[in-house]
């Protein structure tokens, strides 16, 4: 049961990003298009992942006073090969994310994960939370990602989704939508609907 809510709880009512209001830099700044969205959200679970493993598997050896230098040095070995194989294997991608990956590196949800339960958890339990984490901030990147290609473009994954009928009948993109701004509105409204269903107020 408590594998079960480590892992599925970050998803719903215990996002990183909509709980805590962590990540919100890379939201702004990737989310212009799906794609990058996408293969952000990935690489930020991977690494969150890993990282929590290897934390969780070295812990007790870790003296107290670097622990977070230590944290560092683990993060930025997996920064660095997930970095290395984007640009081998998804270079436009990289090129769209640009110094974003590498700032994963200070992410605060990952450094947190890290803090608060890699250092005190078996590596199992910790995996599955770095996975759920992971994931509950790559959920926020793709709806804010869909949003924004939707209507800033009318396409998905650089497919045209919305059919040139409605351009000819005089529909247009909305342009804000490529705008950061619009980016941290979404999220914004976003948490308000998270927060009206899991934080109902009891009358």
């Not at 683990?74 to 436009?92: G, M």
């Not at 608060?116 to 199992?124: G, I, K, Q």
């Not at 351009?167 to 609907?193: K, Q, S």
Request: include cysteine; hydrophobic fraction near 55%; glycine fraction near 8%.
């Amino acid at each position: 049961m408590k594998n079960k809510e480590a892992l599925l709880s970050p998803l719903n009512k215990d996002n990183p990003v909509l709980v805590q209001v962590l990540g919100i830099c890379s939201a702004l700044a990737v989310t212009s298009q799906l794609e990058p969205a996408v293969v952000m959200g990935l690489s930020v679970t991977v690494i969150t992942a890993f990282s929590n493993v290897i934390i969780s598997m070295i812990r007790k050896t870790i003296p107290n006073r670097i622990r977070i230098i230590v944290q560092l040095v683990v993060v930025a070995a997996l920064v660095t090969i997930v970095s290395q194989v984007l640009k081998a294997f998804a270079y436009d991608v990289s090129v769209q994310l640009s110094v974003y990956v590498g700032l994963i590196i200070t992410n605060c949800i990952l450094m947190g994960r890290l803090e608060a339960f890699a250092m005190t958890n078996t590596p199992w339990k910790s995996f599955l939370d770095g996975v759920g984490n992971g994931l509950g901030y790559a959920l926020i990147l793709v709806i804010v990602g869909f949003v924004r290609e939707l209507l800033g473009n009318g396409t998905l994954y650089g497919f045209r989704i919305i059919p040139s009928s409605f351009y000819d009948a005089g529909y247009m993109n909305n342009g804000m939508m490529t705008m950061p701004a619009m980016a941290l509105i979404i999220v914004g409204c976003v948490i308000w609907v998270h927060r009206a269903f899991f934080y109902k107020e009891e009358a």
